[in-house]
């Protein structure tokens, strides 16, 4: 049995409204940093998943951040993957 | 004036109890994927960027991550940079 290591990044799909993002970018605005734009907040969950092979490992990841960890109507998710 | 895309990983320190990411784990467990283990949730955050260089946009995220999107007492960030 191998163990590998996950990264998953969540993020709202193109064209949900990010309030929490915008609510962060106005501040910054406030605070006097105005160059920074397009602020979006997701989530980044890290893992560590016990398979046979890095298949194995990825279909594991995968159903859990599908029926779980993220939320597919309104979300993408990205993993990376690897051994340790 | 050029643009850069900042991705920012904010992860909960070594150390810091992670109880969402252990709610996460135990529910994971309980849906049968015991698999999945050491759950750990943070934020994934996307920004564009004004600046003349990438040095320069490096400080301005910087900069916000410490005053307001991370909390530098619990939370490291990382940051990655690319031109647009």
Same mark, same amino acid.
């Given at each position: ?10 993020? =709202? /799909?193109?064209?949900? =409204? $990010? #309030?929490?993002?915008? *609510? #962060?970018?106005?501040? =910054? ?9 397009? #602020? /979006?907040?997701? /989530?980044? #969950? *890290?893992?560590?998943?016990?398979? @046979? *092979?890095? @298949? ?5 990841? $995968?159903?859990?951040?599908?029926? +779980?960890?993220?939320?597919? !109507?309104?979300? $993408?998710?990205? !993993? @990376? +993957?690897?051994?340790?």
């Amino acid at each position: 049995m191998k163990k590998f290591k996950s990264e998953i990044k969540i993020t =709202l /799909r193109e064209g949900i =409204l $990010d #309030v929490q993002g915008k *609510t #962060v970018e106005n501040a =910054l605005h406030s605070m006097g940093i105005p160059e920074i734009a397009h #602020v /979006r907040i997701g /989530r980044f #969950v *890290t893992t560590e998943i016990s398979a @046979e *092979t890095q @298949e194995q490992a990825f279909e594991i990841i $995968d159903k859990a951040c599908k029926q +779980l960890i993220a939320n597919p !109507i309104i979300e $993408d998710h990205f !993993i @990376e +993957l690897k051994e340790i």
